[in-house]
């Protein structure tokens, strides 16, 4: 099947423009994860949804960041009134496991440019 | 200083060299650890998990984990052109819906044919 997609794959926003950036889990899979890698670093957690409950924000960089999973599959992280720091790639990943350490499968990415 | 540490290279080696990738931590809540590999412009894929301190091998690939030293380890053997990627260790405690997976930075890996 299918693994995660992510939708653009490539965004370039000028400073203050409001982004949507989508993601498709894989099919059933209940958990799911968004991440922002910056240039050279590792990805660092954002948020995380359980079907359509958001149970964990904590990673998200400011109030302008806001994310959705309304029917417990697709979702769609906004960012509002873009600024340069904002400039990365926002990684979307998808896990069967509810609990328990399990696999998290990782889409390509969204690479976002905020000029 | 951050919760894992890693050097992001790069590291040039020869082809069917062995590889040696390393991360150190400081949180010593966490229990299980993971190696990713990503390839340029792609996302990250599971290489490896591991659970507990010890080694663990899959194919050309073993991970160590040292836990009194908070030191781990991935090993490559015979090396490929193919395996020129980012490697990222990755940790994290008990899993629960309050705790989240830490990354290392990366280290970038080019294997010379």
């Known amino acids: 099947g299918a693994g995660v997609s992510q939708s653009p794959r490539y965004k370039v926003a000028k400073r203050g423009q409001d982004v949507a950036l989508r993601c498709d889990p894989i099919?059933?899979?209940?958990?799911l994860f968004w991440y922002q890698q910056a240039l050279g670093q590792g990805p660092e957690f954002l948020t995380y949804?359980?079907?359509?409950?958001?149970?964990?924000k904590s990673g998200l960089p400011s109030d302008r960041f806001f994310a959705e999973r309304p029917e417990g599959s697709v979702s769609t992280l906004k960012i509002q009134r873009t600024q340069q720091e904002d400039s990365a790639v926002y990684l979307c990943?998808?896990?069967?496991?509810?609990?328990?350490?399990?696999?998290?499968?990782f889409g390509p990415g969204t690479r976002l440019t905020v000029l | 200083q951050k919760e894992v540490e890693q050097d992001p290279g790069p590291l040039s080696v020869p082809e069917g060299a062995i590889v040696s990738l390393n991360c150190t931590y400081s949180?010593?809540?966490?229990?299980?650890f993971m190696w990713y590999r990503q390839y340029s412009r792609k996302g990250p894929e599971l290489l490896m998990y591991?659970?507990?301190?010890g080694n663990k091998e899959d194919g050309r690939f073993t991970a160590q984990v040292d836990k009194s030293s908070k030191y781990i380890s991935l090993f490559i053997r015979d090396s490929q052109p193919s395996d020129s990627a980012t490697y990222l260790c990755?940790?994290?405690?008990?899993?629960?819906?309050?705790?989240?997976?830490?990354f290392g930075k990366g280290t970038r890996l080019h294997i010379l044919p």
């Open positions: 990943a998808s896990s069967l496991v509810v609990q328990g350490p399990g696999e998290q499968f």
């Open positions: 099919s059933g899979h209940v958990s």
């Open positions: 949804f359980q079907n359509e409950a958001q149970l964990d």
């Open positions: 949180n010593s809540a966490f229990q299980y």
């Open positions: 591991t659970y507990s301190s």
């Open positions: 990755a940790m994290g405690g008990e899993w629960n819906r309050d705790d989240k997976i830490i």
